[in-house]
Nanobody, 124 residues
Framework: QARLVESGGGLVQAGGSLRLSCAAS????????MGWFRQAPGKEREFVAA????????AYADSVKGRFTISRDNAKNTVYLQMNSLKPEDTAVYYC?????????????????WGQGTQVTVSS
């Protein structure tokens, strides 16, 4: 059974950094696009970033471009999200997700496996 487990969330001051990790128990990890989404209180879940299976293509939401970096280690079945220059509006639960289509698109419907989420709180 597929399982995605996020870690690395926490409380950080504005301007600080965090690195999220997502460990995946997926036999097909290296053949899947991986993505990060987030959901703030009272808001809908939104796309943050995605990385293709071969690590040659990435996509980012405009709100995080230039501040966040997604990467993956197929040998460890792990995907990362390095978050720099954090802002209070980045506060949300961050979810890791897996997509079998090969697309780095941001539509949640593309993703069939999801983690439970990790809380990121940025104080001003």
């Amino acid at each position: 059974q597929a399982r995605l487990v996020e870690s690395g969330g926490g409380l950080v001051q504005a301007g600080g950094s965090l690195r999220l990790s997502c460990a995946a128990s997926l036999r097909t990890f290296s053949s899947r696009t991986m993505g990060w989404f987030r959901q703030a209180p009272g808001k809908e879940r939104e796309f943050v970033a995605a990385i293709s299976r071969s690590d040659d293509s990435t996509a980012y939401a405009d709100s995080v471009k230039g501040r966040f970096t997604i990467s993956r280690d197929n040998a460890k079945n792990t995907v990362y999200l390095q978050m720099n220059s954090l802002k209070p509006e980045d506060t949300a639960v961050y979810y890791c997700a897996s997509n079998p289509t090969g697309s780095t698109g941001g539509a949640a419907l593309l993703y069939d496996y999801w983690g439970q989420g990790t809380q990121v709180t940025v104080s001003s």
